[in-house]
């Protein structure tokens, strides 16, 4: 199982980038980013199901952020507007199968089974 993040960069702030992930390996029922800024942990950015109709977003990014899903290609996308030096961060991209994926655990880590190496976001204001 691989989940290949990419997409990452340094962008000033009000700037935008996109970031993706391309899983593989098994299918996945729904799908997840989150991010870690230095010295602080790991928290949910956003969520969807496969099918494209369950989506969440955290409070902080919801009306800039949106994740997306190309079912041509496998792979999901992370459209980040408008970034702030607040959403420096290394991003990763999680995935997984089970039944936990609840709308009051959908933000959880313990609910993603798998999860890529993460991709640096740093936003310079």
């Known amino acids: 199982v691989q989940l290949q993040a990419s997409g990452g960069g340094l962008v000033q702030a009000g700037g935008s980038l996109r970031l993706s992930c391309a899983p593989s390996?098994?299918?996945?029922?729904?799908v997840g980013w989150f991010r870690q800024a230095p010295g602080k942990e790991r928290e949910f950015v956003a969520t969807?199901?496969?099918?494209?109709?369950?989506?969440r977003y955290a409070d902080s990014v919801k009306g800039r952020f949106t994740i997306s899903r190309d079912n041509v290609k496998n792979t999901v996308y992370l459209q980040m507007n408008r970034l702030k030096p607040e959403d420096t961060a290394v991003y990763y991209c999680?995935?997984?199968?089970?039944?936990?994926?609840?709308?009051?655990?959908?933000?959880?880590?313990?609910?993603?089974?798998?999860w890529g190496q993460g991709t640096q976001v740093t936003v310079s204001s």
């Open positions: 999680a995935a997984g199968a089970g039944t936990n994926y609840t709308s009051s655990h959908y933000h959880l880590l313990r609910v993603y089974d798998y």
């Open positions: 390996g098994r299918t996945f029922s729904y």
């Open positions: 969807m199901n496969w099918r494209g109709d369950r989506i």
